[in-house]
Nanobody
Framework: QVQLVESGGGLVQAGGSLRLSCAAS???????VGWYRQAPGQRRELVAAIGSGGITKYADSVKGRFTISRDNAKNTVYLQMNSLKREDTAVYFC????????????????????WGHGTQVTVSS
């Protein structure tokens, strides 16, 4: 059974940094992984994603501040978040697409096969 466990969330002051981890188990490899977030009363939105070929994409709101990376040996994907802003406050979820495809991350959330339960990130002013 495939499971995704997010960790690394917490409370941080604006301008600070956090690194989120998404550890996958029950699968021999991870292909595409996406980080999504959902703030209260808001829709879930893509933050960053990385394809099986290492190709990445980011939401415009986090470009230059967040970096997604992967450690295939550990079946783990990271989201380094720098220069955090209050508007980054949300529950962050990781999602896994088992289909390697052509190396690109999925275009839509519906293409992901498994989701984690999320980790809370709160940025205070």
């Amino acid at each position: 059974q495939v499971q995704l466990v997010e960790s690394g969330g917490g409370l941080v002051q604006a301008g600070g940094s956090l690194r989120l981890s998404c550890a996958a188990s029950g699968t021999g490899s991870i292909n595409a992984v996406g980080w999504y977030r959902q703030a209260p009363g808001q829709r879930r939105e893509l933050v960053a994603a990385i394809g099986s070929g290492g190709i990445t994409k980011y939401a415009d709101s986090v470009k230059g501040r967040f970096t997604i990376s992967r450690d295939n040996a550990k079946n783990t994907v990271y989201l380094q978040m720098n220069s955090l802003k209050r508007e980054d406050t949300a529950v962050y979820f990781c999602a896994l697409d088992l289909d390697p495809g052509l190396g690109y991350p999925p275009s839509t959330a519906s293409e992901y096969d498994f989701w984690g339960h999320g980790t809370q990130v709160t940025v205070s002013s």
